[in-house]
């Protein structure tokens, strides 16, 4: 079973539209939760970090489940430069080095 | 303030050729990791540095791979040979220490033929 995995894409969805992405995690000792962004042939950026009690920066909204294991990416009124990879990110734990763990990501294609 | 640095930025080779990649982390940035990413998939972490110290290289092919920071700043990666399967992007990323933010360099595009 792959550490962390999330939705199968492509999204394609309309200017304008809501849209989320979902994730799963095997470690449930994992310390820390991030989405990250990928443009494409670009390096990946933090987008924001994930905690329990929920977080939003200004139309992303991430919400961590630690009893399920879930952690999920909601855009609201998605924009064309919304348009990316998304990349659910795990840190197993302090005593892995830090390391960050990927899933494959999920392709969103924010269309006029 | 000055990113992560990586060069070259393309490199095509054929299979069983040498080749090596270089990194500049940001100054101050204590922690250095290399990941690979093939297409279609996330970036996985080949090796992480403290400083001049390895924290963890337990998924680097060590048969092939092999890293460097010496001075605990600049960083090498180099394959030996390289197969067709190391085709990937070489990211190189940086953090002040621990769990701190990691900061991407735009990342080496490997081809092997």
């Known amino acids: 079973r792959k550490e962390v995995e999330q939705d199968p894409g492509p999204f394609n969805v309309p200017e304008g539209a809501t849209v989320a992405f979902n994730c799963t995690y095997s470690n449930s000792a994992s310390q820390s939760f991030f989405w990250y962004r990928q443009d494409c042939r670009k390096e990946p950026k933090l987008l924001m970090s994930?905690?329990?009690s929920g977080n939003e920066d200004g139309r992303f909204t991430a919400q961590l489940n630690r009893a399920s294991q879930y952690i999920s990416l909601l855009i609201r009124d998605s924009k064309l430069s919304d348009s990316a990879t998304y990349l659910c990110?795990?840190?197993?734990?302090?005593?892995?080095?830090?390391?960050?763990?990927f899933g494959k990501g999920t392709s969103l294609l924010v269309t006029p | 303030e000055a990113g992560v640095a990586q060069s070259p930025r393309y490199k095509i080779i054929e299979k069983r050729q040498s080749v090596a990649f270089w990194c500049n982390p940001i100054?101050?940035?204590?922690?250095l990791y290399w990941y690979q990413q093939i297409l279609g998939q996330g970036p996985k972490l080949l090796i992480q540095?403290?400083?001049?110290?390895?924290?963890?290289d337990s998924q680097l092919p060590k048969d092939r791979f092999s890293a460097e920071r010496l001075k605990g700043v600049d960083s090498t990666l180099k394959i030996q040979p390289a197969k067709l399967e190391d085709s990937a992007v070489y990211l190189c990323?940086?953090?002040?220490?621990?769990?701190?933010?990691?900061?991407f360099g735009p990342g080496t595009r490997l081809t092997v033929l």
């Open positions: 990110v795990v840190r197993p734990s302090r005593y892995s080095g830090y390391a960050l763990n």
């Open positions: 540095f403290q400083n001049n110290g390895v924290v963890d």
């Open positions: 990323a940086s953090s002040l220490g621990g769990p701190d933010t990691q900061y």
């Open positions: 100054s101050g940035h204590a922690t």
């Open positions: 994930v905690y329990s």
